[in-house]
């Protein structure tokens, strides 16, 4: 008998991932056999269950918070990309049990904008970002590949904003985050990567009344859908792009290495996920 593949998303806490319901819609909308699960996995049992999963029938895994990074300590190849961001987010467990790691949030970051905007020219002028964690280094390299001319970089702890300006070089400047609303006079894409505005989260505070109405503007944050920060960004007559679209591209390339099949990211796509 042929077992079914199988991938799952690992982290922890896993429970608010959307990804199985992602993939899953795939697999039934494409009538493909394949199974996609969320797994809860301790820091201290990561290699253990790394290890374990393509005996168990599994073919890849998506990697969330707090794993990204130690994955890389485990893979036997690693993407000139995941090694650039220093995370990966998508796993492929070959035949042998060897495990190739992959960070597709810069494509997803992209793929989403260029959804929402179809307009966005990532030339026209620098992008503000705010945040310097994971996803902002992924945004980054992703950024500067897209071949925006100046990325403006503020976040809470500046030294881990002028980390990130050592690292990706000096089309970064760094921005003191109580001048944060400075950065928004010449930015074209203005981009919140930190988790101000998320439900039940701290607000985002920083204004944003100098931002430019031919701005396009995101937000990671996808609950809610509408953030406050999009909101305000919408009232100044930007185009705004919600999160959601990051997380339903970023998912594009692992399923289908994993599964054969390149899935579309549509309005049905978006619907099943937020039912």
């Known amino acids: 008998m042929t077992q079914i593949p199988r991938a799952a998303v690992i982290g922890n806490p896993i429970s608010h991932s959307l990804s199985p319901k992602l993939h899953n819609y795939w697999l039934r909308r494409y009538q493909l056999q394949g199974e996609y699960v969320a797994l809860q996995v301790a820091e201290d049992a990561l290699e253990k269950t790394l290890r374990q999963m393509p005996q168990d029938g599994f073919i890849?895994?998506?990697?969330?918070?707090?794993?990204?990074?130690?994955?890389?300590?485990?893979?036997d190849h690693i993407t000139d990309r995941a090694t650039l961001i220093g995370a990966a987010n998508t796993l492929i467990f070959k035949n042998d049990g060897k495990i190739f790691a992959?960070?597709?949030?810069?494509?997803?970051?992209?793929?989403?904008?260029?959804?929402?905007?179809?307009?966005?020219?990532?030339?026209?002028?620098?992008?503000?970002?705010?945040?310097a964690g994971g996803a902002a280094r992924a945004i980054i390299v992703a950024l500067a590949d897209a071949g925006v001319p100046e990325i403006l970089l503020a976040n809470?702890?500046?030294?881990?904003?002028?980390?990130?300006?050592?690292?990706?070089?000096t089309r970064?400047?760094?921005v003191d985050w109580v001048q944060a609303n400075l950065m928004l006079?010449?930015?074209?894409?203005?981009i919140n990567t930190t988790s101000?505005?998320?439900?039940?989260?701290?607000?985002?505070?920083?204004?944003?009344?100098?931002?430019?109405?031919?701005?396009v503007v995101t937000d990671i944050v996808y609950n809610p859908l509408r953030t406050p920060f999009l909101q305000a960004a919408e009232a100044a007559g930007c185009i705004t792009v919600d999160g959601l679209?990051?997380?339903?591209?970023?998912?594009v390339p692992g399923f289908e290495r994993?599964?054969?099949?390149?899935?579309?990211?549509?309005?049905?796509t978006r619907r099943a996920v937020l039912s």
């Open 60 to 75: 890849g895994a998506n990697v969330t918070i707090p794993h990204k990074v130690s994955v890389m300590q485990l893979a």
């Open 102 to 131: 992959d960070n597709t949030d810069g494509y997803g970051f992209i793929a989403n904008l260029r959804q929402g905007a179809p307009d966005w020219d990532p030339k026209a002028g620098p992008a503000a970002i705010f945040g």
């Open 156 to 169: 809470r702890t500046r030294p881990k904003a002028e980390a990130l300006k050592t690292e990706f070089g």
């Open 172 to 174: 970064i400047q760094v």
């Open 185 to 190: 006079a010449d930015a074209r894409t203005v």
């Open 196 to 215: 101000l505005g998320m439900k039940g989260g701290p607000e985002f505070k920083v204004s944003l009344e100098a931002l430019r109405p031919d701005a």
């Open 245 to 251: 679209g990051m997380l339903l591209h970023q998912g």
């Open 258 to 268: 994993w599964f054969g099949k390149r899935p579309e990211v549509d309005e049905e």
